[in-house]
């Protein structure tokens, strides 16, 4: 029995980790220092994701397509006459976005002027091709991982836990921005992680058939950006930018990370003992308890982060990028004012939590039956 | 009888501080170092300002520049980008500085060398003035890539459905080829809707960018009986700015020259008083009729300076003497311009003289204008003063009226925005107040640079034995 990883799901899995530390490290230049270029390492690691997707996915769909005697050439999928696996084409897709974002952006500074901001059409290119760099490599390890047997899917299904992983810490980041400390008493917070977070925690958790896969795929979430805000800080770095509202003397940090391993645990429990129920009562149930276990925790550990006990290297609320007005309510610790009255927007927040629970569990389902 | 014919001038770029001349020249002492700086702003905000600084005192070693907020308080400085020296010309240092927002900026420039350190700071204005268009070739190419996009998005879902779960060496059978027939084209209805979303975006921001596009204030003028000269400044919408907020340049608001078209025949540098609000008025002089363009210099008080525009048809009008810093010359036509000539002869008697050399003027070249002032028997006038705190004003003029700067001999930087740049010391903005006049030369220099090729007027305004005396010239710049 093969128990080696395939050397292309090992590309794969570099390729993610290469663009969430450029990705992570990027937004903490643009926090700290501001100026960059397009040479900057934060930027190589991010499109060093693109290179490593295209030459691993190209080589494999082009030896799988033109060789005959191929091992791959019965469990790949058709497209436009090549044959590959299907993780392989999407992310082959994901690296031509990657690279139709670069002169997108480029000419969207020139119209626009040089972009601050994550949410913008260029970036939201370059992120879905990051993203289908993310899900290709989910698949590819997935089919092989459907296809094999003992120690080669064990350690095939670390790898896919990791990813999933992965995929969290990417659609975490696109709501940094919206998603501070300082709006964590607010029902629209719990509303905007509901549409990310459950879909990959279910979706995950159903293909991998692992007791503890949601648990899994949020420890690696939490471990990563926890290594994110201890290491980064470490470099310095000092603002080459104006206004400067903070002294900034080192790379600002991410956040700390938001406490979904405790929702997650809970979701492995109930999913356990609910395989029979149906997806939709699933969903219900899920939903319900993902906010409210989420907002059990995170409601009061955000008043713990805006104390001076928080103004730490730990949980590093003392670290602010350059630009951060001091009058603004972030950087006097304090809350965005909660929905008077709460319920409207937190029911939003429970419906949005159930159908997107829903649509992980139908991903989960099919991801389950993939094979190529 | 009031006879009322403002024009908005369409047709000129809107650019600030000056009409069409968005580069910034300065020269002064960065402590025991004379500088001479050139800023170009970036066309779009937040973008990158080019900076040019050649260093006429030798000795200095190392030029920094660093961009500062020009009013916001509480601000601690970016850590300064240090000037690269020219290889082959080491007292000429360039660099570029990001300008993250919309408004008025400095740039904090300190000079190192043999002799110590000293700064100055030179406000920039930061104004997005351009609003560009996508060339047919990026267009195809974001088209192609775009479609190829989609394609394979809708390809691979397709496969996703058709062939991914099935076992090694199965083929689809006819049901599952149907169902993905059905899923490719869902994700089809579903690209056209995100691409539809995409397009109501890129627009949103796209009509967001255009609100914040300058529009420089405009002039509407009129005559008022007693050949009265009535200006309103005109706000086409632009941010949250204000009109009435002006800083005194010198004790006048607006610094308004009127110019005779199209032949630049008679020239008015004029300070309209101000009436309510945004109003000015003006007496004017005797006026031979015509159509006259209007460029009025104000500073507002963030530091931010414009140049409002604006246009009026003058009957032939009796008026009164010009008085106080008002004042008014007559012009050879422009039709007979001679773009040879260096001499001006002046209304009193003497003549200015252009120190032009032999070599062409280009365009995007900082030069150093320097003109002479002689009595009538040939010799340096001896009794020159200051005018409005100045050796002299400029004003360079392109002949289609795209271009209009009204410069200082320390560059075209307002004098308004200067001082706010160092608030603490009450004459930043008029050390020449100090000299003693009788020690004043007869020669005035002012550091400018044309930013295209095209036919130029220049008027220079010197003050001396109590008259304002203007001289003309012309000057064909090349590419």
Redesign the interface.
């Known amino acids: 029995m093969e128990s080696r990883v395939p050397w292309y799901v090992w590309g794969a899995v570099a390729a993610v980790t290469s663009a969430m530390i450029g990705t992570h490290w990027d937004i903490s230049w643009h926090r700290s220092i501001g100026r960059d270029t397009f040479w900057t390492p934060a930027h190589i690691a991010i499109h060093l994701c693109g290179v490593l997707a295209g030459i691993s996915c190209g080589y494999l769909i082009l030896s799988t397509t033109l060789k005959r005697d191929s091992p791959l050439r019965d469990c790949a999928v058709k497209m436009w006459g090549f044959r590959g696996p299907l993780g392989a084409f999407l992310s082959a897709w994901g690296g031509v976005a990657m690279l139709t974002s670069a002169p997108f952006d480029n000419w969207w500074h020139n119209a626009y002027g040089l972009d601050v901001e994550i949410l913008s059409p260029p970036h939201m290119v370059l992120a879905s091709g990051i993203f289908a760099v993310h899900a290709g490599a989910l698949l590819l390890i997935l089919g092989q991982m459907n296809r094999s047997e003992g120690s080669q899917r064990r350690r095939l299904r670390y790898l896919f836990l990791y990813v999933g992983g992965m995929i969290l810490v990417c659609l975490t980041i696109l709501q940094m921005e919206i998603t501070s400390r300082s709006s964590m008493h607010t029902a629209h917070f719990y509303h905007l992680v509901a549409l990310v977070a459950p879909p990959v925690l279910a979706g995950v958790a159903r293909a991998a058939k692992f007791k503890w896969a949601a648990t899994a795929v949020a420890a690696v979430y939490t471990v990563f950006v926890l290594l994110m805000s201890w290491i980064l800080p470490l470099f310095p770095a000092v603002p080459k930018l104006g206004p400067v509202y903070f002294n900034t003397t080192q790379f600002t940090p991410p956040e700390f990370p938001i406490l979904f391993i405790v929702p997650a645990f809970l979701l492995d429990l109930i999913w356990y003992r609910t395989r029979a129920w149906s997806l939709w009562l699933q969903a219900i149930v899920s939903g319900i308890v993902f906010i409210a276990a989420l907002a059990i925790v995170q409601w009061p550990f955000a008043d713990f982060l805006m104390t001076p006990a928080a103004r730490n290297w730990i949980f590093g609320t003392k670290f602010f990028g350059y630009y951060v007005s001091p009058n603004s309510m972030y950087a006097r610790y304090q809350f965005f004012p909660t929905e008077q009255p709460l319920w409207p927007e937190a029911g939003i927040a429970f419906g949005t939590a159930i159908v997107t629970m829903s649509l992980g569990l139908a991903w989960g389902n099919w991801m389950e039956k993939i094979r190529r | 009888m009031t006879r009322r014919a403002a024009i908005l001038l369409a047709f000129l770029l809107p650019l600030s501080a000056h009409v069409g001349s968005p580069d910034i020249f300065f020269e002064g002492d960065a402590g025991p170092y004379h500088l001479l700086v050139t800023i170009r702003p ?1 066309q ?5 300002a080019e900076v040019e600084i050649r260093s006429t005192s030798a000795g200095v070693k190392q030029v920094r520049i ?4 020009l009013t ?1 308080a ?6 300064p ?1 240090i000037a690269t020296p020219s290889p082959g010309d080491p007292q000429f240092f360039t660099g570029s500085l ?1 300008l ?1 927002a919309t408004g008025s900026w400095q740039v904090r420039i300190t000079a190192d060398g043999d002799r110590g350190p000293g700064e100055f700071s030179v406000p920039v204005p930061a104004l ?1 003035t351009r ?2 268009g ?1 060339d047919k070739a ?1 267009a195809v ?2 088209a192609a ?2 479609l ?2 989609c394609a ?2 809708v ?2 879902a ?3 459905v ?8 199965e083929k689809p059978d006819p049901q599952r080829r149907r169902r993905s027939r059905m899923v490719m084209a869902a994700v089809a209805l579903i690209l056209a809707g995100i691409v539809y979303f ?1 397009n109501q ?2 627009g949103a ?2 009509g967001a ?1 255009r609100l914040r596009v300058f529009k420089p204030l405009q002039l509407d003028a009129s005559i008022a009986p007693g050949g009265k000269l009535l200006l309103k400044l005109q706000d086409p919408g632009w941010l949250n700015r204000r009109s009435d907020d002006l800083l005194p340049d010198h004790g006048h608001l607006i610094h308004l020259y009127v110019i005779r078209q199209p032949e630049m025949d008679r020239v008015m540098h004029l300070h309209p008083e101000r009436g309510d609000a945004d109003r000015f008025v003006q007496q004017l002089p005797d006026m031979p009729a015509g159509r006259y363009s209007l460029y009025g210099d104000i500073v507002h008080a963030n530091g931010l300076a414009e140049t409002a525009v604006g246009q009026i048809d003058i009957p032939t009008l009796a008026g009164q003497p010009l008085t106080g810093d008002d004042a008014e010359a007559d012009a050879p036509p422009l039709s007979k311009a001679d773009y040879n000539r260096i001499v001006s002869a002046l209304s009193g008697g003497g003549r200015m003289l252009w120190d032009r050399g032999s070599a062409p003027l280009r365009a995007r070249q900082p030069y150093l204008f320097r003109f002479r002032v002689e009595d009538p028997g040939g010799q340096p006038v001896q009794d020159m003063q200051l005018y409005m705190g100045m050796l002299g004003h400029a004003a360079f003029i392109r002949r289609d009226g795209s271009v209009f700067a009204h410069v200082h001999p320390s560059g075209s930087v307002p004098m308004p925005a200067l001082q706010l740049t160092q608030p603490d010391n009450p004459h930043a903005a008029h050390n020449m107040m100090n000299m003693n006049s009788q020690a004043l030369p007869a020669a005035v220099s002012f550091p400018y640079g044309f930013p295209k090729p095209g036919m130029y007027r220049i008027f220079v305004q010197v003050k001396h034995g109590g008259r304002i005396e203007t001289g003309v010239f012309d000057a064909l710049v090349e590419n």
């Open positions: 970036p779009v905000i937040p973008g990158v660093v961009p500062l907020r916001r509480r601000q601690f400085a970016p850590a980008d990001w993250m997005a609003v560009l996508m990026m190419l974001l890539l775009g190829l996009l394979g998005i390809s691979i397709g496969a996703s058709r062939e991914a779960p099935l076992a090694p060496g995409a975006w890129w921001e796209d960018y």
